[in-house]
């Protein structure tokens, strides 16, 4: 399920009230939930909590609607790497404007400023983080790596 346009308020009073009933219902009562939610029983061995808490998120994402694909894409990636035995990987997380990064280098404190579309080191504007780690240290350095955002190594 998408994204919907905002809900309208008598769909979400009755979410309120439907959500706040949820734990004065009977195991036997929640599974007849669930089914009538999700078209199937829920899983034998789950607990009570978990129910809950499906049919709670069921529910509201009728109202709000549901994940974004982006997000049902990197679920179902991850759900294919655990299925091949392999660790899913996360993804990469991309730093806010505003975000300020500081890192020692030979004894001397770099501040660089996250922009919208550059960075802000020394006063300057810089095209990446990668352009600062080079002037800062006169190598070819990822600026990710450099300050930190990312392990050393072969590591993600």
């Known amino acids: 399920m998408g994204r919907r346009s905002a809900p309208r308020s008598a769909a979400v009073a009755g979410l309120a009230n439907e959500l706040a009933a949820l734990p004065g219902l009977s195991r036997t009562s929640l599974k007849e939930r669930w089914r009538d939610l999700y078209g199937t029983p829920p899983p034998a061995n789950l ?22 694909s982006t997000t049902r894409r990197r679920l179902a990636q991850a759900a294919r790497d655990l299925a091949a035995g392999r660790e899913p990987v996360a993804p990469r997380e991309w730093i806010k404007p505003g975000t300020r990064l500081l890192r020692e280098w030979q004894g001397v404190m770099h501040e660089v400023i996250v922009l919208e579309s550059s960075v802000r ?16 240290t006169g190598a070819r350095w990822s600026g990710p790596r450099f300050f930190g955002l990312r392990p050393r190594g072969n590591g993600r």
């Open 47 to 68: 607990g009570r909590g978990l129910l809950l808490g499906g049919i709670a998120y069921r529910l509201q994402e009728q109202v709000f609607g549901g994940l974004d």
């Open 121 to 136: 080191y020394r006063g300057e504007l810089w095209p990446s983080l990668s352009a600062v780690a080079r002037e800062i």
